[in-house]
């Protein structure tokens, strides 16, 4: 049997719930193509994330760990990855989307410049005379305009509703702006879940990466309230923790989260007696989140990773180097445009070359990014 796009079509009308977005019912791309034969509109979007070039440089993109420091450590691909099999559970949980709610988590870190938030920062500071710098706007830009795989069209093309699902793309670390995407509706539910999801896998898995580094000791989770949740409904006490009892223990944490997060967003969704997609995103507050007890338990875990993970001196001092690297490397390329690759030149009659330099940085990876350096300022090193 042969499942075309409009068996595939149908089949997704009987999961789906009202309130989630139908791919049938997609208000379409800017460039109007032939839709392929054998996949929805949202499956093709995903495939289109997953061969872009910058899908594949999040590979050796900070998550907190340079990528040097460890073959173990979460990147900025493997966390995507990771956000989009937690937003997949929950949608198909909740009766939302799976397609679309996995493209645009595959898709909401696409425009992270190197070196973590760290770099995000720097960047910021150097274009503030310029537009600023905020990775959700430079994931738009990067499929509305910087991936150049087609001849008719600039950028992906990809459907209004995953565009608004990265504009709308809201998390304690990212906030939007959605002035050309309904800034006056919410993300629809798929949006939604993918903002849940991120956070649940960042606070998860820095935590694991965290135990595993020694920056975090059992000793030092004494008394936090996840932990103390986690750990006895797993049965372990102990000093030293294994390996094995690590993975059991992220394991269940990420299994009780999501749990909360379906548990207390049906809720809301049957107080709220939404009924339509445009029903919820008119809602004056989001419905898939978790329940109250549980933000305070996230919000204790985040306070103490802030405290003693991303202040830690380690990944503190890296910071100090990410930010002076991707700073000599903005003014050096200014003051100099000659130094950029012929490709990067290219734009310059078409945009500022700030925004080109920008643009350029953004898309480097840790490696490059630090290669690049040592080839410009180490006298040693050829060009």
């Given at each position: 049997m042969i499942f075309s796009r409009e068996e595939l079509e149908r089949k997704e009308s009987e999961f789906v719930a009202p309130y989630g977005v139908l791919s049938r019912n997609s208000r379409g791309r800017r460039y109007p193509e032939d839709e392929p034969d054998y996949r929805t509109i949202f499956q093709r979007d995903r495939d289109r994330v997953l061969h872009t070039t910058a899908f594949r440089r999040l590979e050796y993109k900070t998550?907190?760990?340079?990528?040097?420091?460890?073959?173990?450590?979460?990147?900025r691909l493997t966390h995507t990855l990771e956000v989009a099999q937690i937003g997949r559970t929950i949608a198909r949980a909740l009766g939302g989307n799976e397609d679309l709610t996995e493209t645009i988590?595959?898709?909401?870190d696409l425009g992270h410049p190197p070196f973590g938030h760290s770099g995000e920062t720097i960047l910021n500071q150097l274009m503030q005379d310029h537009g600023g710098f905020d990775h959700n706007k430079q994931s738009l830009r990067i499929v509305t305009k910087l991936e150049e795989r087609y001849?008719?069209?600039?950028g992906l093309n990809l459907t209004w509703e995953v565009l608004e699902g990265i504009v709308k793309h809201e998390t304690e670390y990212d906030i939007s702006d959605a002035t050309d995407f309904n800034p006056e509706l919410r993300g629809h539910l798929e949006a939604q879940i993918a903002n849940v999801a991120d956070e649940l896998a960042y606070t998860a898995h820095d935590l694991d990466d965290g135990l595993r580094s020694g920056m975090i000791t059992v000793q030092m989770l004494d008394g936090l309230d996840w932990w103390e949740l986690v750990t006895e409904s797993v049965g372990w006490k102990g000093d030293t923790l294994e390996q094995l009892d690590r993975h059991r223990i992220i394991r269940r944490l990420i299994g009780l989260a999501v749990t909360d997060v379906v548990k207390a967003s049906h809720e809301r969704l049957i107080t709220s007696g939404v009924d339509s997609v445009l029903a919820l995103q008119s809602l004056p507050y989001n419905v898939v989140a978790?329940?109250?007890k549980m933000q305070q338990r996230?919000?204790?875990?985040?306070?103490?990773?802030?405290a003693n993970l991303y202040r830690h001196h380690r990944?503190?001092?890296?910071?100090?180097?990410?930010?002076?690297i991707i700073r000599d490397l903005f003014h050096a390329y200014l003051e100099e445009p000659d130094i950029l690759p012929d490709h990067i030149k290219a734009r310059v009659d078409g945009e500022p070359l700030e925004r080109i330099v920008c643009d350029y940085l953004a898309g480097m990876t840790d490696r490059f990014a630090t290669e690049e350096y040592r080839k410009l300022f180490d006298p040693i090193i050829l060009p």
């Open positions: 998550q907190v760990f340079i990528n040097f420091e460890g073959d173990y450590y979460r990147t988590c595959l898709a909401h001849p008719d069209y600039p978790p329940s109250e996230n919000r204790q875990l985040k306070d103490f990773l802030f990944v503190v001092r890296m910071q100090v180097k990410a930010e002076r």
